[in-house]
């Protein structure tokens, strides 16, 4: 059990990237009820977006100062797309039945990653994103952090207070409570519930490319790809803490980085299951997590906020 | 007399097809001053033209255009014309069987190149066997798709008469791997992670018992999933473990990614892979981490064969977008056999081709035998290259240099 600490420590990185990411599936959905399944993909742009900034960066800037500039451009791009998509894919189709938006979604996934790999320069196999060179620290001797990982998590609570700060104190965060609620009402009583709902998805997008430059300099590469199963676990997280539920993003995401990362290393050491650990069974196990926590808990680890509706 | 009528009518329509499809289509932009009409010959390329691997596909495919280009300009085939068809299979094995049945559909195609998967051949072998057709594969190296399901057991059989590859096994690469990195690097411990495909898990799987052969310790094993990228977990479990190295069996997208996730533990350990990760991209992939990881790759390097450099000049003078990748040259050598193969079947049939020219080709592919771009292309009994040279190539400087090139002998 001597890495035990190292193992938490990736197991929170990796969780605390879920939870960014789960931030956008759940505030879609806690105000539309729509699961956008391309919300993958908006991450990727997103780490695209960033790269295209930092290559417009003279050389040899230093990542302090580019760092904000990635994340700026990084989410300028996930937004403008992300505000597209709701406003050309998803709100000609809000009065739909459910499974419309749905499968848009889905076909927006798809639509998105051949735009990066068709029109990006070089995206047709993995690009290299500028990574945080240097050693780990060190805390102990059996525990160091990756520069990239103390990134995202000192990044991730930090984003998570501020939104959470966002949506209860000020004027659009309380609209966005209303919405959520009743969208009629909400609408009788003069709130412009369009723009609301375009906020959800750029609030949503944003945090999302936050999270793509964060992955971007801890893997030093980033891929057309990247946006797909890592959606899909972001999506997880999000069903895990309570759809809907910001703070249940964020702790769905933890809990599964964590299991991800535990039984990768531990449960082929528990006798009998030397066949079942490692990484060929860690997302078996993460899911397993999530069908016991649903069956226990449906509405997820914190509940869903917003269950006003019959 | 109705039996006579019957059968003028059958015969007339058996010619008029025959004729139909021996002719073959005329060519396009018939440019030739020769005035004869030229007999199109289509060989089919089936690899992963869009994904993650597309570099490695595309360098098929534009390897094979050029043989085909080279032989239309040599006149290698008088009377013949030879185009490419190429199909992408996004390296997922059930596009790769829909693909081998379209190439089938299509009565001008006489050989296919491909594809690049050796799961995505899993799939394909069945469609191409039953229908006769010929397929040369520049990259598969499961042993199981020419030499039968049970040849770990020692029960060699071959499964299908149509199946051929310019590429080593994995039987080849595993073991020449496992004898550099006990006997050349002096590596005793070795921790081993796979990605569950066809061919990582087989590679690890052979690497595994030729280096326990000689006396080395597997101090730990992990999978890892393809298209996943964190790879921490498994990263810190081979640092604990205490081994020396690590064995990747698997493709350069994940193999680079664990290799920079295993150094920036702090591990001071070499990864070594199969030819999956002898890419540029494994290094280009993940900063400057990847210095000392070892890769096997078949043949020698394609630069400094002789027989190579022609190869090379004529892929640059053509200007494909893309380079020619780690199996320019066993595709190019894979399509000139189909050619050769093409050439015997109408020299035999003094300078036509016969009607069951899928057949035909099947048996002189068996036979052809000819100096090609990665030295000299023929096929044994179970379709196998007789090729056996390998080269282990290391990371230096952020390039794959060759360090070793041997011949393998059991």
Known sequence: MHELPQQLANGLALGALYGLIAIGYTMVYGIVQLINFAHGEIFMIGGFGALSAYAILPTGTSLLIAIPVMIVGGAATSVAVACAAERFAYRPLRSAPRLAPLITAIGLSIALQQLVWQFYPDAKKAVSFPEFKGAAFKITDSLAIQRADLFVLILAPLCMLALGVFVQKSRSG??????????????????????????????????????????GLDKGQINFEMGFILGLKAFTAAVLGGIGNIYGAMVGGVVLGLAEALSIAYIEDIPGMSQLGGGAWSNVWAFVLLIVVLLVRPQGLLGERVADRA | MRHRSLLVLTTVITTGALTLTACGSRDGDSKDNGGG??????????????????????????????????????????????????????????????????????????????????????????????????????????????????WGKGEFKRGFKTYFRTAATDVVQGKFAAQYLFKDAGKKKVFIVDDKQTYGAGLAAIFADEFKKLGGEVVGTDHVT????????????????????????????????????????????PLMGGDGIQDPAFISASGEANEGDLATSIGYPVEKLDTAKKFIEDYKAEGYKDPYAAYGGYSYDAGWAVIQAVKAVAAANSG??????????????????????????????????????????????????????????Q
């Open chain 2, 226 to 269: 393809v298209k996943e990228t964190d790879f921490s977990s498994t990263a810190d479990k081979v640092k604990s473990s205490g081994a020396d190295s690590v064995y990747f069996g698997g493709q350069y997208p994940e193999g680079g990614l664990l290799a920079d996730q295993i150094k920036k533990t702090g591990a001071v350990v």
């Open chain 2, 37 to 150: 009409k030229k007999t199109t010959v289509v060989i089919g390329v089936d690899a992963p033209l869009t994904g993650s691997l597309s570099a490695l596909g595309q360098g098929i495919k534009n390897s094979v255009d050029l043989a085909a280009k080279t032989a239309n300009k040599n006149n290698e085939v008088p009377g013949i014309e030879f185009k490419v068809e190429a199909l992408d299979d996004q390296a997922v094995p059930a596009s790769g069987q829909a693909n081998a049945t379209k190439l089938v559909g299509n009565k001008d195609v006489l050989g296919v190149v491909g594809p690049l998967n050796s799961g995505v051949a899993q799939q394909m072998q069945g469609v191409f066997g039953s229908a006769n057709l010929a397929q040369v594969s520049p990259a598969n190296t499961n042993p199981a798709l020419s030499q039968g399901d049970n």
């Open chain 1, 174 to 215: 309380r609209a966005m409570q209303a919405t959520a609620q009743d969208p009629d009402t909400a609408k009788l009583m003069g709130i412009n519930t369009d723009r609301i709902i375009v906020m959800a998805f750029a609030i949503g997008a944003a945090f999302a490319a936050v999270a793509a430059v964060a992955y």
């Open chain 2, 352 to 409: 036509k081709l016969p009607t069951d020219a899928r057949a035909k080709v099947v048996e002189a592919l068996g036979k052809v035998s000819f100096e090609g771009v990665t030295g000299k292309v023929a096929f044994d009994e179970y379709g196998d290259t007789t090729n056996k040279q390998l080269t282990v190539y290391k990371v230096e400087g952020g390039k794959w240099v060759d360090v070793k090139s041997d011949t393998f002998n």
